[in-house]
């Protein structure tokens, strides 16, 4: 069997800038002749994608939280092992905007279900599968509020259910990440994300390199 690759997620509180280091990450790791997919949650493949139509429409209170925790771990399941798993096995680096930590912290912490419910959600539909790698962008709940409120007021734009959540939720999730980076530090590196873009993109390849240069994994591409 050929060499696997790794599963990285991006993590934090909206407008952090995730999306855009993705893009940069994947173009590096491509120019070093890694196979990269760039992949979303909720979302990630055909099933995935109409649950997360289902999740982001309608009202605030159309899904309380344990309802959408049952969704996104459908969603999640299907991308899991339609998507994800055969890509690593093939030896394709995943590079995943959001993934479980986002439940733990938005439906956990953020929803208030609490971090042990999301934990066993968690190991009854994916066992212990978590990225090799978890980024958690660090942005004051504050400033997630404004960027949310802004992008709610663009014309044709609107946001969506997740925009409508008060502030307090957006410190409760900020919180909740925290939370996750010291209890599962193993995979997780925080980023500080109020930064340029090229210093969070330094920043970036600086814990991969550490990360992977050990388990060869980085080899002998770069
Ligand atoms: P985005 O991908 O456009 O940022 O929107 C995803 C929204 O869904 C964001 O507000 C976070 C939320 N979300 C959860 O609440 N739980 C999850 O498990 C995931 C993946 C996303």
Redo the contacts with the bound molecule.
């Keep these: 069997m050929g060499v696997k690759g790794q599963f990285i997620a991006f993590e934090g509180c ?1 407008g952090s800038g995730k999306t855009t280091q993705i893009k940069l990450l994947t173009k590096i790791l491509v120019s070093k002749g890694f196979d990269v997919l760039a992949t ?4 990630g493949s055909p099933g995935g994608e109409d649950v ?1 139509t289902l ?2 429409q309608g009202h605030e209170n159309r899904w309380d939280g344990l309802s ?2 049952l969704l ?1 771990y459908a969603a ?1 399941h299907d991308h899991v092992e339609k998507i994800i798993k055969p890509a690593i096995d093939k030896g394709t680096w995943v590079l995943c ?4 930590d ?2 733990f ?3 956990g912490f ?2 208030g279900l609490g971090l042990q419910t999301l934990e066993k959600l968690h190991t009854l539909v994916l066992g212990d599968f978590f990225p090799d790698l978890t980024f958690i962008f660090d942005i004051p709940p504050q400033e997630t509020y404004e960027r949310v409120l802004r992008r709610r007021s663009r014309p044709g734009q609107g946001g ?1 259910r ?2 409508d ?1 008060e502030m307090a939720f957006h410190q409760r999730v900020y919180e909740g990440y925290h939370v996750i980076a010291q209890k599962y530090a193993h995979r997780c590196a925080v980023i500080q994300a109020t930064v340029s873009i090229e210093a969070i993109q330094e920043n970036i390849v600086g814990v991969l390199e550490k990360k992977f240069s050990d388990s060869g994994a980085l080899k002998p591409h770069v």
């Design positions: 909206e979303r949650e909720p979302g997360r999740l982001k959408e925790a996104l999640r905007d959001r993934f479980s986002s439940s912290a938005y439906q953020g929803r969506d997740f925009d959540m």
